[in-house]
């Protein structure tokens, strides 16, 4: 004979409507009376029969859906429920969403209403609290329910997240790369949001490359604090800390973290670099554009619609925590931390200023320069020269003689020579070689001071040279492989050559292996199929040829800089490999030309030639008013410019300090 209602209060010890009130969640029961209640139907198997008959309730077409949510003012959660309702409504169901305000009340007493309403076939839940037993309730109560976005932890639930150690990870290891090693994490206290896990990946990054953790560079701000007092938090830390970058793990943090910026005065990239976090469809229209990790939320609401579904045809099997990997996206809001030849950080050529009585002693000092580049003739050497001259002149000092060694080693010797016998207060060189230029380097050192550009003689020590200059190598190559994996995002298998310079050259040398690890690391669909290293820029066009000839299947190169790119151009022309596209770095004439004409040159990482040039000269202005520059500017970093065809305009403009040359602006036109 059948279990009725009645059978179940007579063993519980109660009534046939508490039993119902418990059953169908209409009205407060106390938790010993309802546990007496549930127990009886249990011993019976009557509550198998409740099950069967909820289900039938629940699973008609006008079943309701409930999405139990933080809020929906962030995009992740607007997102998730778009997502949802789409993927519901083709199948049958509406989808009611629920705001908690991360209010844990609040969010007990919508369970409870939702566990009662016999509309709602099933819920899906991000969490507030963070602890299972808050959700002892829903989980007794046998409503299908899966977590999305946020879990609790002490009992086994169905679940979809995101790959959270994996994108802090990915996050960290990306700025770790470019040679930052002060990263701040920005993590939300009070939620419920995977920040731990973000917290686990950050650490194992920094354990993996061998940099130690800082507890202070770890930047708690409580769910509660996100408006001001956590601008304040963010900003007290900087101010402590000096990173050099932040990663903010969650997107109200990545709001808080620009805000705080913002307001403060401190410019991204410039002064610190950004990873935010997020679905946010205005990181890449912000500026600079925003580098984010970002979560599949079209991917994470469907896997928990689908899962939920499952669950409530009965066909849900075992719990499962279904996690969903987070992408990194690169844009600018990063850059690179150039290091010097004794790896110390490059400071900013603005930090670098004279005092009032530096001025006055350099004008009545009748100060002599002399400058010796490894070869002239180019827009680099042009515009690094007027440069230097022109700061110079407003500080009162003299260029007596510029001279250009045509990258012969030997002929540069000859020169430093003729310049040092004109008794110059300090000359201003770049090596044309690292070894062979190092030995009259040193004799000098000991009669005159030394400012480099780019590189620094094999063999020197920090006190044999007042300081070295240079575009930030690390950056520039990134660039290039960067616009390379960009260009080729999404193809399929793509064959890469890579043509580098082969002499002992420290800045060279830097931005060829950053731009060959670049792909390698990031860019899993080129292949690096081929490199070849030229010592004179002629050679670039033999080695293309034999290259192609070995490799006809290589559709992409990158070459060191513009003018043995053009050798390379000259090889391609040659062989009517038109299909072949060039990344390369430093801005001229025939490239641009080239690029405006949508030939070969896909991408460009410049110089900055007449910033640098100011750079130097103030340099130099410093060290002849006090004697140094000071320890901390012995490196000093210009961030390169990253150029693709649509930028080409302004580029050229802000490189060049002249308009855009008629037929480049022609060629763009067509």
Request: glycine share 8%; aromatic share 8%.
């Amino acid at each position: 004979m059948p279990v009725t209602i009645n059978d179940i209060a007579r063993l519980a010890g109660t009534s046939g409507a508490t039993v119902s009130h418990v059953i169908n969640k209409t009205r407060y029961v106390s938790p010993e009376l309802e546990k007496r209640v549930l127990d009886a139907m249990e011993q019976t198997g009557y509550n198998k029969k409740v099950a069967e008959k909820q289900n039938k309730m629940m699973m008609g077409n006008s079943s309701v859906v409930a999405f139990v949510v933080p809020n929906v003012s962030s995009s992740v959660y607007a997102f998730l429920a778009a997502h949802l309702n789409d993927y519901l409504a083709a199948r049958g169901y509406m989808l009611a969403t629920y705001i908690t305000g991360e209010d844990k009340t609040l969010e007990q007493h919508i369970l409870s209403s939702l566990m009662s309403n016999k509309r709602i076939g099933g819920i899906i839940l991000a969490p507030s609290a963070e602890q299972a037993s808050n959700y002892s309730k829903l989980m007794r109560s046998r409503i299908p329910f899966v977590c999305l976005g946020r879990t609790f932890v002490g009992a086994q639930t169905d679940s979809v997240t995101a790959e959270n150690r994996q994108a802090a990870y990915r996050g960290t290891m990306h700025l770790l790369k470019q040679g930052h090693t002060d990263i701040a994490l920005l993590v939300e206290d009070g939620s419920q949001s995977g920040m731990e896990e973000r917290l686990e990946g950050y650490k194992e990054a920094l354990a993996e490359r061998g940099v130690r953790s800082d507890p202070k560079l770890i930047i708690r701000i409580d769910n509660k604090d996100i408006g001001n007092a956590g601008k304040r938090i963010i900003y007290r830390a900087y101010e402590e800390r000096r990173p050099s970058a932040f990663i903010a793990a969650g997107n109200k943090l990545t709001h808080l973290l620009l805000q705080t910026l913002g307001d403060s005065g401190i410019d991204y990239p410039e002064d610190v670099s950004i990873v935010g976090f997020g679905d946010e469809g205005w990181c890449e229209i912000v500026s600079p554009p925003l580098t984010s990790l970002e979560q599949d939320t079209e991917k994470m609401a469907h896997l928990a619609a689908q899962r939920l579904l499952e669950i409530m045809k009965g066909d849900g099997g075992e719990k499962q925590h279904i996690r969903v990997p987070v992408e990194l996206v690169v844009r600018k809001s990063t850059q690179m931390i150039g290091l010097g030849p004794f790896g110390e950080r490059a400071t900013d050529p603005h930090e670098i200023t004279l005092t009032n009585d530096e001025r006055q002693k350099l004008r009545k000092g009748n100060f002599k320069v002399g400058i010796s580049f490894h070869y002239g003739g180019t827009a680099w050497t042009r515009l690094h020269e007027k440069a230097i001259r022109d700061t110079l002149e407003n500080f009162g000092i003299s260029v007596i003689s510029v001279m250009d060694a045509g990258f012969d080693p030997a002929l540069q010797v000859t020169q430093l020579e003729a310049i040092s016998m004109q008794q110059p207060d300090l000359i201003v060189a770049i090596p044309t070689n690292d070894n062979a230029t190092a030995q009259k380097f040193r004799e000098l050192s000991k009669k005159t001071k030394l400012v480099f550009m780019s590189n620094i003689p094999f063999g020197f020590s920090r006190d044999d040279y007042v300081a070295c200059i240079s575009v930030n190598e690390r950056e520039n190559g990134y660039n290039a492989g960067f616009m390379m994996g960009e260009y080729f995002k999404g193809s399929e298998r793509i064959h890469a050559g890579f043509i580098q310079h082969g002499i002992a050259f420290y800045g060279t040398h830097l931005r060829d292996m950053v731009a060959e690890q670049t792909v390698r690391e990031q860019y899993p669909e080129i292949e690096v199929t081929d490199i070849a290293k030229f010592n004179d820029i002629a050679d670039a066009y033999f080695i293309c040829k034999d290259m192609l000839r070995a490799h006809p299947e290589i559709n992409a190169l990158y070459v060191s800089w513009e003018r043995p790119a053009l050798e390379v151009i000259r090889a391609l022309n040659e062989m009517g490999r038109k299909d072949i596209s060039i990344f390369t770095c430093d801005l001229d004439y025939n490239v641009a030309l080239y690029m405006a004409k949508g030939e070969y040159v896909r991408g460009i990482s410049s110089q900055q030639p007449y910033k640098q040039g100011e750079a130097v000269a103030v340099a130099v202005a410093k060290a002849l008013a006090s004697g140094s520059i000071g320890e901390q500017h012995k490196y000093i970093g210009v961030a390169p410019y990253r150029i693709t065809a649509s930028l080409l305009p302004r580029a050229w403009k802000e490189i060049m300090s002249e308009p855009l040359p008629s037929e480049i602006e022609r060629c763009l036109a067509e």
